[in-house]
T-cell receptor, first 115, second 115 residues
């Protein structure tokens, strides 16, 4: 059971380039989400999904797209990278049963630098 | 809107001494409170949560937290610190609506336990 996996671990982009951060989980969790972690700001929710085919915006969605075609995968796309998107990105998943009480399982993160 | 404050950027404690990491919150409804820990170059790991019931919650690795409704606090505690407890600790709150759990994280407190 690998849990939540993310690729790549590190990435350097030039301004204007696009890329996709990959996230997969093997726990059959319905809920998945993306966060960004910036110094002194904690984690902020970018987008989330409550099941295949269903996504919604979080606190800081601008500049990012998501889709969820399967339960296992939840990729995050940067359409045109900007230096302000330099951050560490975490993917998380959790069970849907039991309402809002379930812990989130986090991946190891992707450190992104935009030059 | 919900919010979380972690007033200390860093807490220093000697091994074997008790530790406390502070957290206060603000929500309009019933709070659902969580503590997560982040070790270097790793994703966040769940420590414990308060949903309802007993105000003293016990979690992983000997940690516990006390929910205080009148002071809107949820401080993390451990009776005897270990060097291996050194990490970044995040408090988070959800308003507990049905469906996806939108967590709001604090800015984090770095715990440094000296031998």
């Amino acid at each position: 059971n690998a849990g939540v996996t993310q690729t790549p671990k590190f990435q350097v982009l030039k301004t204007g380039q696009s890329m996709t951060l990959q996230c997969a989980q093997d726990m059959n969790h319905e809920y998945m989400s993306w966060y960004r972690q910036d110094p002194g700001m904690g984690l902020r929710l970018i987008h989330y999904s409550v099941g295949a085919g269903i996504t919604d915006q979080g606190e800081v969605p601008n500049g990012y797209n998501v889709s969820r075609s399967t339960t296992e995968d939840f990729p995050l796309r940067l359409l045109s990278a900007a230096p302000s998107q330099t951050s560490v990105y975490f993917c998380a998943s959790s069970q849907s049963s039991g309402g809002t009480y379930n812990e989130q399982f986090f991946g190891p993160g992707t450190r992104l630098t935009v030059l | 809107a919900q919010s979380v404050a972690q007033p200390e950027d860093q807490v220093n404690v000697a091994e074997g001494n008790p530790l406390t990491v502070k957290c206060t919150y603000s929500v309009s409804g019933n709070p659902y409170l969580f503590w997560y820990v982040q070790y270097p170059n790793r994703g966040l790991q769940f420590l414990l949560k308060y949903i309802t019931g007993d105000n003293l919650v016990k979690g992983s690795y000997g940690f516990e937290a006390e929910f205080n409704k009148s002071q809107t606090s949820f401080h993390l505690k451990k009776p005897s610190a270990l060097v291996s407890d050194s990490a970044l600790y995040f408090c988070a709150v959800s308003e507990g609506n049905t469906g996806f759990q939108k967590l709001v994280f604090g800015t984090g407190t770095r715990l440094l336990v000296s031998p």
